[in-house]
């Protein structure tokens, strides 16, 4: 996972050498505060209690020392100020280019991402939880954005500041440096396997918190449902134990990766304790001078915090770590209908031909089973059958959702896999039961159909699809927001926007799942004025539901258990005494309702 967001990273090389080299300047500023010690102690207690030094400290004690006590510590404090002057614009173009670099990386994660879902396959989208897919896009890029701050950026900027610290360390007393370096491999190994121990939990963090969302999802969507069988207690409950199963594992994750930082500062003080009686010895025998046991103890101290941070960072990057992993799973998920057609579907001419046609989700039960089946161009053909039969997944096959297992589907003659996606599906208009519209104005979810299409295009097709009335009756016509899936328009209303868009799309091929099954019936009367205003001079695959609304259509197809079993027109099915016969006295038993053609 590390190497996947790294590659990330290296996408944005002068920029990433940029941030390095700040950090490194930084941190060399960062050191040089605490050498200051040397002319400190020089200025201080005279020149026999320091060291030489570097040539810097040495030129800086020459030129303190040079005056009075007074001028000397004037000269001090211009220039500490002056050091800190100079490391603060540096600091300030580390935050910026450090927040920058993240949001880059962040931003194409994010790209990538809804890229891949947009090109994934419907069988995909449709196997997959929404809750889980939301949980994704915004939870996990999330923590991968805190992770890349805190366990990338941070943990390197920590890093060089730790190198510098430990430098100064090794220089003022190797002795007390290889004291210090007796703890390293216990807390190294500490830190090793808390970390593993973090990334799991988190894995399993994620997937809950994933659970909660498809939850909420589910409630948001089916609020409908749950309030007119009163289950809102139930839904509460389920959710409650849902999410103080989160709420345990939760604290249970966040007190392991607590552990981290707090064993690390344990040790820290068992090593100052060390330092401390040691240093005295040597100071006491003559081996350093007090200014080096100064360098040493503060180096020692400062660098407690960045290995401190270091610390956090990992267990944080160990976080985000198992948040790449649920990111990587949807931008390297390949479930997709390959677009290898190079030729250009220009014109639909003669017919539509199902060749042998199988289909299955996988190997232990068909969905079609040797669908042979000819739609002439302007011919309207309705599909009837039982739920479950595979009248769906036939239409979404001819628009490629899906692939057939086995067979093929031509259109005029030739295979449609060989037609490029795009030029295919331009040709085809679809318009469902359950109505898709978007958060957007009335005029935006018609010319999502045709977004080239001019005004006059625009409003021929409210015209045709019978929303003229409807759209002046509204303060802001066209412009009017409709609210999520068009929850602030009636379902007549959502119906006619979806054929508008079809009209205006103009595709030569249709498909309509009958979506007239809940509406009443002023509203059913709309919407079949405008569906056969969509029809002229189209052909047309329609899904059946109600039998009444398919008894003139040109060819009824019969399809039960994902195969073709019966083929004619209404009165011909009827008069067979045959499985449509029997669908359609069951749906109009208790109707006085004519039953032959």
Same mark, same amino acid.
């Given at each position: 996972?590390?190497?996947?967001?790294?590659?990330?990273?290296?996408?944005?090389?002068?920029?990433?050498?940029?941030?390095?080299?700040?950090?490194?300047?930084?941190?060399?500023?960062?050191?040089?505060?605490?050498?200051?010690?040397?002319?400190?102690?020089?200025?201080?207690?005279?020149?026999?209690?320091?060291?030489?030094?570097?040539?810097?400290?040495?030129?800086?004690?020459?030129?303190?020392?040079?005056?009075?006590?007074?001028?000397?510590?004037?000269?001090?404090?211009?220039?500490?100020?002056?050091?800190?002057?100079?490391?603060?614009?540096?600091?300030?173009?580390?935050?910026?280019?450090?927040?920058?670099?993240?949001?880059?990386?962040?931003?194409?994660?994010?790209?990538?991402?809804?890229?891949?879902?947009?090109?994934?396959?419907?069988?995909?989208?449709?196997?997959?939880?929404?809750?889980?897919?939301?949980?994704?896009?915004?939870?996990?890029?999330?923590?991968?954005?805190?992770?890349?701050?805190?366990?990338?950026?941070?943990?390197? !900027?920590?890093?060089? =500041?730790?190198?510098?610290?430990?430098? #100064?360390?090794?220089? @003022? *007393?190797?002795? /007390?440096?290889? %004291?210090?370096?007796?703890?390293?491999?216990?807390?190294?190994?500490?830190?090793?396997?808390?970390?593993?121990?973090?990334?799991? !939990?988190?894995?399993? =963090?994620?997937?809950?918190?994933?659970? #909660?969302?498809?939850? @909420? *999802?589910?409630? /948001?969507?089916? %609020?409908?449902?749950?309030?007119?069988?009163?289950?809102?207690?139930?839904?509460?409950?389920?959710?409650?134990?849902?999410?103080?199963?989160?709420?345990?594992?939760?604290?249970?994750?966040?007190? #392991?990766?607590?552990?981290?930082?707090?064993?690390?500062e344990f040790l820290g003080s068992i090593l100052a304790g060390a330092i401390l009686v040691v240093g005295g010895i040597l100071i006491y025998k003559g081996i350093i001078t007090p200014d080096r046991f100064l360098v040493f103890l503060g180096s020692i101290i400062l660098a407690q915090q960045p290995t401190r941070q270091m610390n956090l960072a990992y267990g944080d990057l160990q976080h985000?770590?198992?948040?790449?992993?649920?990111?990587?799973?949807?931008?390297?998920?390949?479930?997709?209908?390959?677009?290898?057609?190079?030729?250009?579907?220009?014109?639909?001419?003669?017919?539509?031909?199902?060749?042998?046609?199988?289909?299955?989700?996988?190997?232990?039960?068909?969905?079609?089973?040797?669908?042979?089946?000819?739609?002439?161009?302007?011919?309207?053909?309705?599909?009837?059958?039982?739920?479950?039969?595979?009248?769906?997944?036939?239409?979404?096959?001819?628009?490629?959702?899906?692939?057939?297992?086995?067979?093929?589907?031509?259109?005029?003659?030739?295979?449609i896999r060989e037609f490029s996606l795009k030029s295919l599906r331009s040709k085809i208009g679809i318009v469902t039961q359950d109505v898709i519209l978007f958060n957007d104005s009335i005029r935006n979810n018609i010319q999502y159909g045709n977004p080239d299409a001019g005004e006059k295009a625009l409003y021929e097709s409210l015209k045709k699809s019978h929303l003229e009335d409807f759209?002046?009756?509204?303060?802001?016509?066209?412009?009017?927001?409709?609210?999520?899936?068009?929850?602030?328009?009636?379902?007549?209303?959502?119906?006619?926007?979806?054929?508008?868009?079809?009209?205006?799309?103009?595709?030569?091929?249709?498909?309509?799942?009958?979506?007239?099954?809940?509406?009443?019936?002023?509203?059913?009367?709309?919407?079949?004025?405008?569906?056969?205003?969509?029809?002229?001079?189209?052909?047309?695959?329609?899904?059946?539901?109600?039998?009444?609304?398919?008894?003139?259509?040109?060819?009824?197809?019969?399809?039960?258990?994902?195969?073709?079993?019966?083929?004619?027109?209404?009165?011909?099915?009827?008069?067979?005494?045959?499985?449509?016969?029997?669908?359609?006295?069951?749906?109009?038993?208790?109707?006085?309702?004519?039953?032959?053609?």
């Amino acid at each position: 996972m590390l190497r996947k967001l790294g590659s990330y990273l290296l996408k944005y090389k002068a920029l990433l050498g940029s941030l390095i080299l700040v950090m490194m300047i930084v941190a060399i500023l960062s050191g040089f505060t605490i050498g200051m010690i040397i002319p400190v102690v020089s200025s201080i207690f005279g020149k026999s209690h320091a060291s030489s030094g570097p040539w810097i400290f040495r030129w800086l004690i020459n030129w303190i020392g040079k005056g009075d006590r007074m001028s000397g510590l004037f000269k001090l404090a211009v220039s500490l100020i002056l050091i800190y002057g100079i490391k603060f614009p540096f600091s300030l173009l580390l935050c910026y280019l450090s927040d920058f670099l993240e949001q880059k990386v962040i931003e194409v994660i994010r790209v990538d991402m809804f890229r891949n879902l947009t090109n994934l396959s419907y069988r995909f989208h449709s196997m997959m939880k929404s809750g889980e897919l939301l949980s994704k896009i915004t939870n996990d890029t999330e923590k991968v954005r805190f992770a890349l701050r805190r366990g990338v950026i941070d943990l390197s !900027r920590n890093l060089f =500041l730790l190198m510098v610290y430990l430098c #100064l360390a090794l220089w @003022a *007393s190797w002795r /007390l440096f290889l %004291i210090s370096l007796i703890l390293a491999p216990i807390t190294l190994g500490i830190i090793h396997f808390i970390g593993k121990k973090v990334r799991g !939990r988190f894995t399993l =963090l994620r997937k809950q918190r994933g659970f #909660l969302n498809t939850l @909420a *999802s589910e409630m /948001l969507q089916g %609020i409908k449902v749950i309030k007119s069988f009163g289950m809102e207690e139930y839904e509460l409950d389920k959710f409650k134990d849902a999410n103080k199963l989160y709420r345990k594992n939760y604290v249970k994750s966040y007190l #392991l990766k607590g552990f981290l930082p707090a064993s690390s500062e344990f040790l820290g003080s068992i090593l100052a304790g060390a330092i401390l009686v040691v240093g005295g010895i040597l100071i006491y025998k003559g081996i350093i001078t007090p200014d080096r046991f100064l360098v040493f103890l503060g180096s020692i101290i400062l660098a407690q915090q960045p290995t401190r941070q270091m610390n956090l960072a990992y267990g944080d990057l160990q976080h985000g770590l198992a948040s790449m992993e649920s990111v990587r799973e949807i931008i390297e998920a390949d479930d997709f209908v390959k677009d290898d057609g190079k030729v250009n579907l220009i014109s639909f001419s003669d017919a539509i031909r199902f060749k042998n046609v199988y289909f299955y989700y996988d190997h232990s039960k068909p969905i079609l089973k040797n669908i042979n089946l000819e739609i002439k161009r302007g011919e309207t053909v309705a599909l009837v059958g039982p739920s479950g039969a595979g009248k769906t997944t036939l239409v979404n096959l001819i628009l490629r959702f899906a692939d057939p297992t086995n067979g093929q589907i031509d259109i005029d003659g030739k295979d449609i896999r060989e037609f490029s996606l795009k030029s295919l599906r331009s040709k085809i208009g679809i318009v469902t039961q359950d109505v898709i519209l978007f958060n957007d104005s009335i005029r935006n979810n018609i010319q999502y159909g045709n977004p080239d299409a001019g005004e006059k295009a625009l409003y021929e097709s409210l015209k045709k699809s019978h929303l003229e009335d409807f759209v002046e009756s509204l303060v802001e016509g066209l412009d009017t927001e409709i609210g999520e899936r068009g929850e602030r328009i009636s379902g007549g209303e959502k119906q006619r926007i979806a054929i508008a868009r079809a009209i205006l799309k103009n595709p030569p091929i249709l498909i309509l799942d009958e979506a007239t099954s809940s509406l009443d019936a002023e509203a059913e009367r709309l919407v079949q004025d405008a569906m056969a205003e969509l029809l002229k001079g189209r052909t047309a695959i329609v899904i059946a539901h109600r039998l009444s609304t398919v008894r003139n259509a040109d060819r009824i197809i019969v399809i039960d258990k994902g195969e073709i079993v019966e083929e004619g027109s209404h009165k011909e099915l009827f008069e067979s005494g045959g499985l449509y016969a029997r669908l359609y006295e069951l749906q109009f038993k208790d109707e006085d309702y004519p039953r032959k053609g």
